[in-house]
Structure formats: C-alpha cells, structure tokens
C-alpha cells in the first residue's frame, strides 16, 4: 500500500510541470504537489529528486522524471519493523515526456 501511495505521488509531481499549459514554478511546484499528496496519509520527511533541476524547462517531447523516496520510518501507520534495518525506504520513480508545446 505504500508503495502505491509513493508512486501515485510520483505521478502527481511530475505531471504538475508536463501538461501544456502548466505554470512555471518547476521543482518547487513538484516538491508541493508530492507534499500535499502524501498530507492526508500522515507520511513526511520524503526526499523528491527532479530531473532535470528545472522541469518546466524541458522541451515538447523531451523526458522529466520525477523519485519520491519514502524512510520507511516516516510511515507512521506501519508496525516497527522487526526483520529489516533501520534505513530501509520506500522508493518509486516516474518518468513522462513533456507535452509542452514550443
């Protein structure tokens, strides 16, 4: 179930800046669209990677990718786990080709 909460966040993010149309605020936009998806589920402190650095740079047709990273001690739901170490994380990574027309 984590996992598919991290990869529908993914998917979030990185179709925040690859629509026609999409405002201009890049990873910042990314980082609040993944952050406020993940809001209702009680789950933080999630790393998110943009490639490239400034998404809604990318040209029509060229690829943005988008990897949320979730420590899976920032899952709060979930019970302690007793046969994996401490660093485990949770980690999904979706990538689409801008559909920005030049």
Do not use: C, H
């Amino acid at each position: 179930m984590v996992q598919q909460i991290n990869t529908n966040a993914a998917r979030e993010g990185v179709r925040r800046v690859v629509l026609d149309g999409a405002t201009s605020d890049g990873r910042d936009g990314v980082l609040n669209e993944v952050t406020e998806y993940l809001y209702g589920t009680g789950i933080g402190g999630v790393s998110v990677t943009v490639s490239p650095d400034s998404p809604d740079s990318a040209g029509w047709g060229e690829v943005v990718t988008v990897t949320v990273s979730i420590p899976f001690s920032q899952v709060p739901w979930l019970p302690t786990p007793m046969f994996v170490g401490g660093d485990m994380e949770f980690s999904s990574k979706v990538t689409v080709r801008s559909e920005t027309v030049p």
